[in-house]
């Protein structure tokens, strides 16, 4: 079974700060990983995913994925206050339903705050 | 647009009574259907999916069961609540696909007591 562990459990930073979060995983058949944002007391949301290995860049962040090292990141820069919340890794894998649905695995999180 | 919605918001319930949550998409037809669960400080699981009307698939047992009455509706319930069942409960759908995101509605919060 697929097994997510995030680091660092919680990180406060000063605004303006890059952010980096890690993630590492089991399965090296795993077909995606994606980063969720949650506020308290609200579904998470999809920030973005990488499925090659290499890096992402998407506005503010970076995704870096290593598959041999079974080992992704996520990197914000130039943190703001808005990017206080949990930040939640996801692997995800084939379903049992021929390719029609995925199985996401989900870390524990981390709790970033930015202090203004 | 398509919208999820989730009902109740909030429930406080006693051991042992039943239990019925809802989860509605509108504006995606077909979509693929899944419930989570988050136990307070602990990891989101996924516990049911749905990729049509009528079928339901069990992930992990909870003593929990789910159906899918109608192409946008996904209900999640019990007969008997156990104190352990206590979280938040997610409804999610995505696209039909192994790749494609999933999209978490707001959550109902349950309380067993």
């Known amino acids: 079974q697929e097994k997510v562990q995030q680091s660092p459990e919680s990180l406060i930073v000063p605004e303006g700060a890059m952010v980096s979060l890690n993630c590492s995983f089991s399965?090296?058949?795993?077909?995606s990983i994606w980063w969720y944002q949650q506020h308290p007391g609200k579904g998470p949301k999809a920030l973005i995913?990488?499925?090659?290995?290499g890096n992402k860049k998407e506005g503010r962040l970076t995704v870096y994925l290593n598959r041999a090292s079974l080992h992704v990141s996520l990197h914000i820069k130039d943190s703001q206050p808005s990017d206080s919340a949990v930040y939640l890794c996801?692997?995800?894998?084939?379903?049992?339903?021929?390719?029609?649905?995925?199985?996401?695995?989900f870390g524990k999180g981390t709790k970033l705050s930015v202090k203004s | 647009a398509q919208t999820i919605h989730q009902w109740p918001v909030a429930e406080i319930k006693a051991v042992g009574s039943p239990l019925s949550l809802g989860c509605t998409i509108k504006?995606?037809?077909?979509?693929?259907l899944y419930w989570y669960w988050q136990a307070t400080g602990g990891t989101l699981q996924q516990l049911f999916y749905?990729?049509?009307?009528?079928?339901v698939e069990s992930v992990v047992q909870l003593n929990l069961s789910a159906s899918r009455p109608k192409d946008d509706q996904f209900i999640l319930s019990t007969e008997k609540l156990l104190l352990s069942h206590s979280g938040f409960y997610l409804c999610?759908?995505?696209?039909?696909?192994?790749?494609?995101?999933?999209?978490f509605g707001p959550g109902t919060r349950l309380t067993v007591l």
């Open positions: 995913s990488i499925f090659s290995n």
């Open positions: 504006g995606k037809s077909s979509p693929n």
């Open positions: 749905s990729i049509t009307v009528g079928q």
């Open positions: 999610a759908w995505s696209l039909r696909g192994e790749y494609a995101e999933q999209f």
């Open positions: 399965d090296s058949a795993s077909q």
């Open positions: 996801a692997v995800s894998m084939r379903g049992d339903s021929g390719g029609s649905n995925a199985k996401l695995t």
